[in-house]
């Protein structure tokens, strides 16, 4: 359901004196002890999950060869990163509302969005890196293929920025359909890249390649869908509250558990390199053993 909004964008004190809030994504009006509720324990759940995935992604480092650690690292910093803003989102919603006679009204200081995004945009190019050094590909591919997804994302996140903070639906449309760019080639590039990868991969880790494929297009999915629901006729604070639920879901699926993914694959490939005696490539085959003629019955 589209408005003709005479009050300017953003103008949350313009947005109020009009009365009209029924068709705009707000802050502005009250929300109900249930609502109020489902976010904050969202947001809390979601701090637990980020500092707790840091510590055991900090920890499990040690039990994954070298040449995997790297990559447990940069797990354990892209949700130490995330614990850390879901904090102050936290604070803010805190902040923003405050319970009169049963109802959690708008205490005047806005709920800042811009943690999120600031978020996204260091820990979405970290993510990047994580999936592309899971698929193991030659420093000559890997470093220009990172290069442009890492690019991409930047321009998918800068430009969902303005939309998001918007009141205009039309203004968020624009902006939405532009950030889907960056957006549908991030994830086209990366399935494709995984599903190419998966012959490479020892039979052990093929699965879990496989579901980290799967993962990544249905977590990444959930922020474009989050951010339509206001434009899907779902109005004021229940597109409030449904955005903000669905960018946190998507935000426990993409970080830690998609870090879990990770470390299964660093584990497995560890004990495939073991097993091997340490004949083995980046990928966990034995290259060894690919070139002698397969052993016949005598
Ligand atoms: C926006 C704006 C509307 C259009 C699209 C979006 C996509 C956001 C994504 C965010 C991913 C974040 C991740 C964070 C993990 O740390 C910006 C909501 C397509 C895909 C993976």
């Known amino acids: 359901m589209l408005v003709i909004s005479l009050v300017p964008d953003g103008t949350l004190l313009g947005a109020l004196t009009t009365g009209d809030m029924s068709d705009r994504l707000s802050t502005a009006l009250s929300l109900t002890p249930s609502q109020f509720n489902l976010i904050y324990n969202a947001f809390s759940f979601a701090i637990a999950a980020m500092f707790a995935s840091a510590l055991f992604f900090f920890n499990a480092r040690a039990q994954v060869g070298q040449k995997y650690q790297l990559a447990l690292l940069v797990s354990a910093i892209v949700v130490s990163i995330a614990g850390y803003h879901y904090f102050r989102i936290f604070n803010s919603w805190d902040a923003a509302y405050s319970l009169q006679n049963g109802a959690y009204m708008p205490t005047g200081a806005p709920f800042n969005d811009a943690y999120r995004y600031v978020d996204w945009l260091l820990t979405v ?21 990172l290069t442009k997804l890492v ?13 998001e903070i918007s009141n205009n639906l039309t203004t968020r449309m624009i ?15 990366l399935w494709v890249e995984l599903s190419k ?13 496989r579901s980290m494929r799967l993962l990544l297009l249905f ?19 229940t597109a409030t509250v449904g955005v903000q639920l669905g960018y946190t879901i998507a935000d426990v699926l993409a970080k830690p558990l998609f870090g879990l993914l990770v470390f299964a694959i660093a584990i497995t490939k560890t004990k495939l390199d073991q097993d091997n005696n340490g004949l083995t490539d980046e990928l966990g085959h034995a290259p060894e053993l690919d070139v002698l003629p397969t052993p016949t019955q005598s």
């Open 125 to 145: 190019p970290l993510l990047l890196v994580e999936a592309v050094a899971v698929l193991a590909l030659p420093r000559k591919v890997a470093r220009p293929l």
């Open 197 to 209: 990868s998966l012959v490479r991969q020892p039979s052990a880790v093929r699965t879990l390649v």
């Open 219 to 237: 977590s990444w999915g959930v922020y474009p869908i989050a951010y339509l629901l206001p434009m899907l006729g779902i109005v004021g604070t």
């Open 151 to 163: 690019l991409a994302s930047i321009v998918m996140i800068a430009t969902g920025y303005p939309g």
């Open 175 to 189: 902006w939405g359909t532009v950030s889907t760019i960056p957006f549908a080639y991030i994830l086209y590039v």
